[in-house]
């Protein structure tokens, strides 16, 4: 695979209803430091967190939508949405081709996302545990396995 295919390449990270400023904070550093081109929130808004050191908000697009409608109405154009989440139907990260172009979609812990957000999803991941991860950190792995796994993106 040549470098020119990774040229036109991009990837965004959210959170729908996420209950933590805390949580928000950490993903946006890690987001930053793991080549996200913007970060968003639905529902709840981000606000300055101290977990944020390295700024990340200033550092890249922010997005925020009201609603989950209007967040999949503004999807970037040609990206794939992929949701996070604990499903029968999830495909296991450790196998998953990442899209070239794509936003990835976290929900809270204790809710997970909505069934709607689960329906647009052109795809879902899932990590092979029993139990929910923190989001930031769930987010946090997706990325890093996005980073490892570039010979594998479809």
């Not at 390295?54 to 040609?78: C, I, Q, R, T, W």
């Amino acid at each position: 695979m040549s470098l020119d295919n990774f040229e036109h390449e991009f990837f965004g990270i959210g959170i729908q209803n996420g209950k933590t400023p805390e949580n928000l904070g950490a993903l946006w550093r890690s987001a930053q430091n793991l080549g996200a081109s913007f970060i968003f929130t639905i529902g709840n808004r981000y606000a300055k967190q101290s977990s944020d050191t390295h700024h990340a908000v200033k550092a890249m697009p922010y997005f925020h939508y009201d609603s989950f409608e209007a967040f999949y109405e503004n999807l970037p154009k040609g990206a794939m949405l992929v949701g996070v989440e604990m499903a029968e139907n999830a495909v296991d990260l450790e196998t998953f081709h990442h899209p070239r172009r794509c936003v990835y979609l976290l929900g809270a812990e204790d809710h997970g996302l909505t069934k709607i957000a689960c329906e647009k999803s052109h795809h879902l991941v899932k990590f092979k545990s029993e139990k929910s991860l923190n989001v930031a950190i769930a987010g946090s792995i997706v990325m890093y396995d996005r980073r490892l796994s570039k010979p594998r993106m479809s």
